[in-house]
Nanobody
């Protein structure tokens, strides 16, 4: 099993920044690709970004390109999501996730964090 512990999030004004963290533990050999998703009230969960720990590469949803940056610290088995130029429409519960697959993209995620609230006030 893989356990993901999230931290960060909170309330920020429009245009502000926040950083989310997600630390993996347990069978970290299964943690190949790490990503972030979000779910706003009344909406389906949507893909935000992901990255492969070993071969690099990043993938972003169009809605966050140029504003969000995903990065990983392999020494800590931790993935980060730096969010800048935040907008009210970024308000959601953010989830980190991992998968054994090397392929980037929203499919095949197996393990999920507990979620953390991000609220952007206008």
């Amino acid at each position: 099993q893989v356990h993901l512990a999230q931290s960060g999030g909170g309330l920020v004004q429009t245009g502000g920044s926040l950083r989310l963290s997600c630390a993996a533990s347990g069978l970290t050999g299964y943690v190949v690709t790490m990503g972030w998703f979000r779910q706003a009230p009344g909406k389906e969960r949507e893909f935000v970004a992901d990255t492969n720990r070993f071969i690099g590469g990043t993938n972003y949803a169009d809605s966050v390109k140029g504003r969000f940056t995903i990065s990983v610290d392999n020494t800590k088995n931790t993935v980060y999501l730096q969010m800048s130029s935040l907008r009210p429409e970024d308000t959601a519960v953010y989830f980190c996730a991992t998968k054994k697959s090397y392929a980037l993209g929203r499919a095949d995620y197996e393990y999920w964090g507990q979620g953390t609230q991000v609220t952007v006030s206008s």
